[in-house]
């Protein structure tokens, strides 16, 4: 089901944000056909989640906090995952986990729970850095007809040695902070 929720949503809003932006991608092969990837994203903006969805070449579910995930109620009807604001997302964390070991892709923007769920998934992280016009605020959208260009890193595997049978507080931000890197890393050589 989630994975139908998904796809629904790529195919309804892509066409939608195709005709609103100019979304182009480079490198689209970096996301595998299939399997678990956690796609990194470095844009947290109202429009993130719906342009990533626009841009991916599969059906990705989003896991976002901050401005990403302002409109919350919309992302759950989507099959996304929107932290929530008063209380701790213990749950949502569950099931980015979840959604992961049934071999769906996960776009994570702006959360902190990032390390717990890659040591406990031990998925491949796939960077995205996106070029967009500057707005006032992040809980604004850019301006229409704006070019907005996703470039996507290379697939990496989770690390041999960050792979634990019991994640701890160590080996979740061990990983968090191999996560941290690879985006940076990303951004740098876009």
Not at 35 to 64: F, M, Q, T, Y
């Amino acid at each position: 089901m989630p994975a139908a929720l998904a796809a629904h949503a790529r195919n309804l809003v892509g066409p939608l944000l195709r005709s609103t932006y100019r979304i182009s991608t480079v490198n689209p092969d970096a996301i595998p056909p299939r399997g678990p990837v956690l796609i990194l994203c470095d844009w947290n903006n109202i429009a993130a989640p719906s342009v990533i969805k626009a841009a991916v070449p599969r059906p990705v579910h989003v896991w976002a906090d901050g401005p990403a995930a302002v409109p919350g109620p919309l992302l759950s009807v989507t099959g996304d995952l929107a932290m929530p604001v008063t209380k701790v997302g213990v749950e949502i964390v569950d099931r980015a986990i979840a959604l992961l070991g049934s071999g769906e892709a996960v776009c994570a923007i702006g959360v902190e729970d990032l390390g717990y769920v890659l040591a406990r998934s031990q998925a491949p992280v796939v960077p995205v850095h996106v070029a967009a016009p500057e707005t006032k605020r992040p809980t604004d959208p850019p301006a229409r007809k704006s070019p907005i260009v996703l470039t996507m890193g290379e697939l990496r595997s989770f690390p041999q040695h960050l792979m634990t049978d019991q994640v701890s507080r160590m080996s979740a931000r061990a990983a968090g902070e191999w996560a941290r890197q690879i985006l940076v890393d990303s951004r740098e050589s876009s």
